[in-house]
């Protein structure tokens, strides 16, 4: 009881900054991952810890930056040794905390060592050709100390022939082994590292630009890496765009490090000064390879100053193992998801009509998409983030998931709407963004925000009662989407049966705003609107449909059947499997297909393309 007293004492105590952690602070924890055997999906790691004699409690990194839970992959962490003085140290995992690991280091001990293994997961991070090397996956570090006070000094071995890239600052190379900078804890789990056979670097400064900006890509083949000089002209447009809208960046140097692959996880994770970014291996050959770069790079970069700068102070923990509070997700990702989107558009890499049919599509995703907003308001869909957030499949019109990206998105049009009415024309949220995410570029820095911190500085920019609205938008439990930022900006949302030209990010629409199903390729239902037709004809999310009005299942076969029921009484007959039965499930619809769209609201100023129009002068 004594010990652990005077360990919360010491916690306390360097939290306040008032004592150095005299250990570690002093000696760098020495890291060193040996990748050259990660085609066998095994990552051998080193680590050598500065100790002294007496009880130690290591972490595994729990909650990950950016993820917003306590995932860390902990279950892939085997044939963990310690050893001192030559001698093999018992350890015991922590009876209440799987991350946690406590050893008893021996007298006149000065060096622990660690030695274990990271299985990377299918699906995950490594093909034959590449890697995305995550620092959380392969560090243990000391309790009670926070992560910007630890230093690591890390050493990586990779494939013969393979290249990298990183925002890391690199110390040394030779042969396969790269030496980097000795760095913080914190900004070494910031800083992942790509590496491949197939590999190409393109600088993506803007003339005039003073920070240095860069895409690292590998790809499972040198085809995949084809950049069209299109894309990279707006690649660059978005790193002066972003430049423009807010007037200062928090980085040494910015890295996108991109990997091109259809065997790893395809998502994007945040870093101060790179971004983690993951898409299909023939992405970028595609004819929608603006609108995937636009939709996934520009929101992560836009997280270097929403999110990583101005992160709120709820998720600003002093390690990773100190649980998050995301209540203000709606701000670090909503902000991001609104903000992505339009730097997309003014850098040209989402054309406006793109950019009107992703604002329809999830307009419609969270009004007759999603039922579950009559009970479930944004604000709980941020809270539950930890648990309820990621990874669940079925019934989501009705559980809702991550929906504060989307609905934070509306939020903040409308935010953006309300700046200029409110001031007249005279202010815009890019006035906002410079005076929120602004300030001088002192490198990676935090600045945590709270919520009345969020209100005043709305208030410097345009008077109004900002706190009553964001409440308002947050509890709220209207089965409407929240749709004033589209209203204010001279558009309206409309449904009619013309498919749209391109698909949103997320949540495209189909079948769901006639008959009420989502239905994967292979007839699965992935969701089935609460209270549309199809539900109350009794289908539901996981059942599958195998038959369409006598015929075997297809996707075409369906938007036939429901096109030509419009012109008819005759009810739609779907054949489904639900468990191992046979149901026969009749849908009275006969509405004909439904799509969302924008139309154009000629009473109202067109603001929302003002706001999409190119800032820099680079185009
Ligand atoms: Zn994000």
Request: aromatic letters at 10%.
């Amino acid at each position: 009881m004594q010990l652990r007293r005077l360990r919360s004492l010491v916690f306390l105590v360097s939290l306040l900054g008032l004592v150095a952690p005299a250990m570690f602070a002093e000696q760098a924890i020495s890291v060193t991952v040996d990748a050259t055997g990660i085609r066998s999906k095994l990552l051998r790691t080193h680590l050598v810890i500065p100790v002294k004699p007496g009880p130690l409690t290591l972490y595994y990194p729990k909650w990950i930056p950016g993820e917003h839970g306590p995932d860390g992959p902990i279950g892939n962490l085997t044939g963990l040794k310690f050893e001192a003085d030559g001698k093999t140290i018992p350890w015991q995992r922590d009876l209440l905390d799987v991350f946690t690991f406590h050893v008893e280091i021996p007298r006149g001990a000065s060096q622990l060592n660690a030695s274990y293994d990271y299985i990377e997961p299918d699906g995950g991070s490594v093909t034959d050709k590449l890697m995305v090397l995550e620092w959380n996956e392969v560090v243990l570090y000391p309790a009670d100390i926070p992560a910007e006070k630890l230093t690591y000094q890390a050493k990586l071995l990779i494939p013969d022939e393979w290249k990298f890239g990183t925002a890391l600052p690199v110390e040394s190379e030779s042969g396969n082994q790269v030496s980097f900078k000795p760095i913080s804890l914190d900004l070494l789990v910031d800083s992942p590292v790509v590496a491949g056979e197939f590999y190409r670097t393109i600088d993506l400064t803007p003339p005039g630009e003073p920070v240095h900006h860069e895409i690292n890509m590998v790809a499972d083949s040198e085809a995949a890496l084809n950049i069209s000089p299109e894309n990279q002209k707006q690649m660059i447009n978005l790193v002066a765009e972003s430049g423009k809208l807010f007037g200062a960046r928090h980085y040494r140097d910015y890295h996108f490090l991109l990997a091109l692959s259809d065997h790893v996880a395809h998502f994007g994770l945040e870093h101060h000064e790179s971004n983690d970014s993951r898409m299909a291996e023939r992405a970028l050959l595609s004819p929608g390879s603006g609108m995937s770069l636009g939709g996934l790079l520009a929101h992560e970069f836009a997280h270097s100053w929403s999110g990583k700068f101005r992160r709120p102070a709820d998720l600003t923990t002093p390690d990773y193992e100190h649980p998050m509070k995301t209540d203000l997700l709606w701000g670090y990702e909503g902000m991001t998801d609104y903000v992505g989107p339009m730097l997309a558009a003014r850098s040209g890499l989402w054309t406006p009509e793109q950019y009107h049919e992703y604002l329809a599509g999830i307009a419609a995703t969270l009004g007759p998409g999603r039922p579950g907003r009559t009970w479930r308001p944004l604000l709980d869909t941020a809270v539950g983030e930890p648990g309820l957030g990621f990874g669940r499949s079925g019934w989501l019109n009705w559980r809702r998931g991550t929906d504060y990206y989307e609905e934070g998105d509306l939020l903040w049009l409308e935010v953006a709407t309300i700046i200029h009415r409110e001031s007249g024309g005279k202010k815009s949220v890019d006035d906002f963004c410079q005076a929120f995410y602004g300030g001088p570029n002192r490198g990676p820095e935090v600045k945590p925000y709270t919520f009345d911190e969020l209100v005043g500085a709305l208030n410097a920019i345009a008077p109004f009662d900002w706190a009553t609205f964001l409440h308002e938008r947050l509890n709220s439990t209207s089965a409407e989407a929240p749709v004033g930022g589209i209203e204010n900006g001279g558009w309206k949302v409309t449904f009619n049966g013309e498919p749209p030209k391109s698909e949103g990010r997320r949540g495209g629409p189909g079948d769901i705003y006639s008959i009420g199903l989502q239905v994967a390729s292979d007839g699965t239902v992935t969701d089935s609107i609460v209270g549309s037709p199809a539900f109350e004809a009794g289908i539901s999310s996981q059942m599958k449909i195998i038959g369409v009005n006598g015929r075997m299942f297809t996707q075409d076969l369906l938007s036939d059947a429901i096109k030509s029921a419009k012109d008819t009484s005759k009810p739609i007959t779907l054949l489904l499997v639900v468990d191992d039965y046979f149901r026969t499930c009749t849908i009275n619809y006969h509405g004909g297909p439904r799509y969302p769209h924008l139309l154009r609201d000629d009473t109202r100023p067109n603001y929302l393309d003002e706001l999409i129009k190119p800032r820099a002068a680079t185009q």
